[in-house]
């Protein structure tokens, strides 16, 4: 089985890039050298890598990127940090 990763990058500005990948090595170096000029990260650089996980099924991978892509700044914080037992209390809420 090829294997595929969930990457999180955090960026220059503080921001973070969530992704999904089946080679790691080469889409940090992608992000890394700018090679996408209209890509999330292109003007935020340098990046670095704050966290990543491996996935043997693809849509696993790109289903746990959708997710992650939903979270609050301070819930992929608790992620990169391993606070695993912190993210069911940092879910957005939404107040009316």
Not at 39 to 68: C, H, M, W
Request: hydrophobic residues 30%.
């Amino acid at each position: 089985m090829k294997q595929s990763f969930v990457y999180i990058l955090e960026c220059s500005d503080g921001t973070y890039y969530t992704g999904v990948t089946s080679n790691l090595e080469q889409r940090l170096f992608e992000h890394e050298s700018g090679k996408h000029i209209n890509s999330y990260t292109y003007l935020r650089r340098p990046v670095t890598l704050v966290f990543y996980g491996e996935f043997t099924d693809i849509n696993s991978a790109i289903e746990k990127e959708k997710q992650i892509k939903k979270w609050s700044k301070a819930k992929k914080k608790a992620l990169i940090d391993g606070a695993y037992d912190k993210l069911p209390n940092l879910a957005k809420k939404k107040f009316q």
